[in-house]
C-alpha cells in the first residue's frame, strides 16, 4: 500500500467511527460501512479525489458553487478580512462588510424587498423568515394566524421547523416533524398529472389546491404559503406556467404571504440575481436565500422581507417587541466579504450573462437524454436539470428499485469522471454556472455513457424497462 494510500485509509476509520454526516445510514457499521470519497481538491467545474482522480462537479457542490471551485479572489477577500475583523456580535453591533452587502442584496431584490436578515444558511433563513411572520402577526392581533402551506416534493431545510414543510416522503421516514403548523399541498409535476389532463386544468386544480387548502385551514388562521420557484432537490420540478402568479393572487386575497424560497433559485441558478420577478413574474413578500450567495465559499443565508412588512409594525403596534431570533454568526463579517466579491466578479465578469448564453445549451442536451429508453422524463429550467428513469421489477416499482437505480447511475459516472446527485430514481444537476458549451457536452457526454451502461448492468440484475409515457 502506498503513503497516500495508507494516510486515506486511516482518514476513512477516523471518518466512519468519529464524522457523524447528515443522512449518514444505520444499516452497516465499523468495517462494513462502505468508504466515502474524500474530495480532496478542486478546480473550476471538476473536482479530484484522493487518489487524483478528477471528475466534472454536476451538482455544483449542493446547488452552490456558482463561480467554481479555487476562486483566489473570493479566498483573498475572506483572508483580508479575517486579518482585518474576524467577528463582530450581530446582536448589539455592526460591520461596514455586512452593511454593504446587505445594502447590495436589497438592491437586486425585486420591488420593495429591502430587509435583509442574515442567517447562517438556508434552514434558518427560511426558519427565521417564518418566525418572523409569526411575530408580526403577534403583534399586528392576529394570534391564530400561523399555519404554513407548502407542497409535496418541496425541500426547505434542515432545522425542525423547515424539515417539517419539506414534502419528501424519504425525508419524513424516521424522525418526527410538526403536523400542526405545516400543511402540504398536492404534488405539482406536470409529468405526473393523469394522462388526459390538459396543462391548463393541471394549472388550475394545482392553484385551487392552495385556495381550497386555505379556506379548509380558515384564512384566519394561515399566516404564509411557502414555495421554491422551481422546486430544487425534490426533483427540479417546473410547476406550469402561470402558477406562482396565480398563487401569489390567492395569497393575497386572503391575507397570507407569499414566502418564495430561492436558496437555489437566486444568485444566478436560473441567469438573474432573483428568478421570483425576472422569470416568474411576482414580487413576493419574503425571498429566502443561500448558497449561491457565496458561491459557497462561506456558511451564510438571508431572509430578504419586504418594506411594507414593516411598516406595519411601525409606533404603536410593536409595543416595545423585539424580534427575538437571531444566532451569533448571522452576518458574520467573513462570509459578508465572501458575498460582497462574489457580487463584484458576477458583475466584472458578467456571469448572469455567461449563465443565460449557456442556459439554452444545457437544456437542449438535457432534453436529447430523453432518447434513451431508460429515461421517462426530463425536467429542467436555467442551469437546473434532472433526469428520471423507470425501470420495474414483474411490472412494480418501489423505493428500494429507485434507490438501486439510482446507485447504479451514480457509480457508473462517477467511474466515467461525472459527478452526479442521485435522488430515488432520478439524477439531478446544477453544475457551476461558469461552466462552458464544451463543458457542458463533456458533461452530457458522460451522463450518456453513464446510464447506458448503468442499463445495461440493470437489466442484468434482472430489473426491466417500463413503457414510457409519450
Ligand atoms: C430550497 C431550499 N431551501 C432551503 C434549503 C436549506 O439550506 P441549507 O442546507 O443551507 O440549510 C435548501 C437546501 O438545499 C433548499 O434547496
Not at 217 to 239: H, K, Y
Not at 262 to 282: D, M, N, P, Y
Not at 389 to 409: E, F, N
Request: proline share 5%; hydrophobic share 40%.
Amino acid at each position: 500500500m502506498t503513503g497516500l494510500r495508507r494516510e486515506f485509509q486511516t482518514y476513512k476509520t477516523w471518518d466512519k467511527d468519529n464524522n457523524f454526516h447528515p443522512w449518514d445510514a444505520f444499516d452497516k457499521a465499523g468495517d462494513d460501512k462502505p468508504d466515502r470519497t474524500f474530495s480532496e481538491y478542486a478546480e473550476g467545474i471538476y473536482v479530484f479525489d484522493e487518489l487524483g482522480n478528477k471528475v466534472i462537479d454536476g451538482p455544483g457542490g449542493m446547488w452552490c458553487m456558482q463561480l467554481g471551485y479555487g476562486n483566489g479572489e473570493i479566498a483573498d477577500a475572506m483572508a483580508a478580512q479575517v486579518r482585518k475583523m474576524a467577528y463582530c456580535s450581530p446582536f448589539s453591533e455592526a460591520t461596514s462588510v455586512s452593511a454593504q452587502f446587505a445594502h447590495e442584496i436589497a438592491r437586486r431584490a425585486p420591488g420593495d424587498l429591502n430587509r435583509v436578515h442574515f442567517t447562517t444558511g438556508g434552514s434558518t433563513a427560511v426558519d427565521s423568515a417564518i418566525r418572523f411572520i409569526h411575530f408580526r402577526n403577534n403583534l399586528l392581533g392576529k394570534p391564530t394566524k400561523k399555519k404554513i402551506i407548502s407542497r409535496v416534493a418541496a425541500y426547505h431545510g434542515g432545522t425542525y421547523l423547515t424539515a417539517s414543510l419539506s414534502g419528501k416522503p424519504s425525508e419524513k421516514a424516521w424522525l418526527d416533524t410538526d403536523k400542526y403548523l405545516c400543511h402540504f399541498l398536492p404534488d405539482v409535476t406536470p409529468y405526473r398529472r393523469p394522462e388526459h389532463q390538459s396543462m391548463e386544468d393541471f394549472l388550475k386544480e394545482k392553484v385551487a389546491d392552495l385556495e381550497n387548502a386555505i379556506l379548509d385551514l380558515g384564512p384566519d388562521n394561515v399566516a404564509v404559503f411557502v414555495a421554491e420557484p422551481v422546486l430544487g432537490s425534490g426533483g427540479v420540478i417546473v410547476p406550469p406556467a402561470g402558477y406562482h402568479r396565480l398563487c401569489l393572487e390567492i395569497c393575497r386575497k386572503y391575507d397570507v404571504l407569499y414566502l418564495s424560497d430561492e436558496v437555489v433559485t437566486g444568485f444566478g441558478r436560473l441567469g438573474h440575481w432573483f428568478a421570483s420577478e425576472e422569470v416568474f413574474g411576482i414580487v413576493p413578500d419574503i425571498i429566502t436565500c443561500a448558497k449561491g450567495m457565496t458561491s459557497g465559499f462561506a456558511p451564510m443565508g438571508a431572509a430578504i422581507f419586504s418594506d411594507r412588512l414593516f411598516k406595519d409594525l411601525e409606533g404603536e403596534v410593536s409595543q416595545g417587541a423585539y424580534f427575538t431570533s437571531g444566532f451569533t454568526y448571522s452576518g458574520h463579517p467573513v462570509c459578508a466579504a465572501a458575498g460582497l466579491k462574489n457580487i463584484e466578479i458576477f458583475e466584472r465578469d458578467g456571469v448572469l450573462e455567461h449563465t443565460r448564453r449557456v442556459i439554452p445549451h444545457f437544456q437542449k442536451r438535457l432534453a436529447e437524454m430523453l432518447d434513451l429508453p431508460i429515461i421517462a422524463d426530463v425536467r429542467g429550467m436555467g442551469l437546473m436539470g434532472a433526469i428520471e428513469c423507470s425501470l420495474t421489477r414483474d411490472g412494480k416499482s418501489s423505493p428500494d428499485i429507485d434507490a438501486t437505480i439510482g446507485a447504479v447511475i451514480d457509480a457508473r459516472c462517477q467511474d466515467l469522471g461525472l459527478m452526479v446527485r442521485p435522488y430515488g430514481n432520478m439524477a439531478i444537476f446544477s453544475p457551476p454556472l461558469i461552466i462552458t458549451e464544451a463543458q457542458i457536452d463533456d458533461l452530457f457526454d458522460l451522463l450518456t455513457q453513464g446510464v447506458k451502461e448503468a442499463t445495461e448492468e440493470l437489466l442484468r440484475q434482472g430489473l426491466e424497462l417500463e413503457p414510457v409515457q409519450g
